[in-house]
T-cell receptor
Framework: QQKVQQSPESLIVPEGGMASLNCTFS?????YFWWYRQHSGEGPKALM?????GDKKEGRFTAHLNKASLHVSLHIKDSQPSDSALYFC????????????FGQGTKLSIKP | GPKVLQIPSHQIIDMGQMVTLNCDPV?????FYWYKQILGQQMEFLVN????????KSKLFKDQFSVERPDGSYFTLKIQPTALEDSAVYFC?????????????FGSGTRLTVL
């Protein structure tokens, strides 16, 4: 049974700072990795995905994947107050499923 | 961006009653999902649905649960009868395809309270 664990549970970062969120997964057959963001009162929204080892950058957001270490991370540069939200890591097992296994989330607060 | 609408946002019912949660997926999407989130815990996959059929369901998708999308209208999750442990936020999602690279678009959720 795939387990997805996120750390930290919550994080406070000053405006303009770097936020780093971590996620570990248990199944070495995991193929695709997503980061979702959920603002209060809304549903989760896909931020970015990664499936190859290494870094993937999209604007201020960089995802890093290390399958050997069963680890994926998200780094947010120049954090803005609008980045304050709940961030979920989600993992899929194979290329033919849309089924996501979610972590429990990291609550990110950006302090002006 | 694409929007998934869920109606109602909050529903309170007595244990043993039937409840139907409604989802209006993104208009050209073909695959539909329900996820369940108990307060303070992660979202968990319940079921996915394509072409009028359940493709896969988890152990959380009890016999009392059913899904359908009659004639391209709402994608619904019906629970009959409800139990106390069904209290949770239910998220509907849709996607264009079913590959792992497909983006799932989620609604804002329906908070179900079973008394």
């Amino acid at each position: 049974q795939q387990k997805v664990q996120q750390s930290p549970e919550s994080l406070i970062v000053p405006e303009g700072g770097m936020a780093s969120l971590n996620c570990t997964f248990s199944d070495r057959n995991s193929q695709y990795f997503w980061w979702y963001r959920q603002h209060s009162g809304e549903g989760p929204k896909a931020l970015m995905s990664i499936f190859s080892n290494g870094d993937k950058k999209e604007g201020r957001f960089t995802a890093h994947l290390n399958k050997a270490s069963l680890h994926v991370s998200l780094h947010i540069k120049d954090s803005q107050p609008s980045d304050s939200a709940l961030y979920f890591c989600a993992v899929t097992l194979n290329y033919n499923q849309g089924k996501l296994i979610f972590g429990q989330g990291t609550k990110l607060s950006i302090k002006p | 961006g694409p929007k998934v609408l869920q109606i109602p946002s909050h529903q309170i019912i007595d244990m043993g009653q039937m409840v139907t949660l409604n989802c209006d997926p993104v208009s050209n999407h073909l695959y539909f999902y329900w996820y369940k989130q108990i307060l303070g815990q992660q979202m968990e996959f319940l079921v996915n649905f394509y072409n009028g059929k359940v493709m896969e369901k988890s152990k959380l998708f009890k016999d009392q649960f059913s899904v359908e999308r009659p004639d391209g209208s709402y994608f619904t999750l019906k629970i009959q009868p409800t139990a106390l442990e069904d209290s949770a936020v239910y998220f509907c999602a849709s996607s264009l395809g079913t590959g792992a690279a497909e983006t799932l678009y989620f609604g804002s959720g329906t908070r179900l309270t079973v008394l």
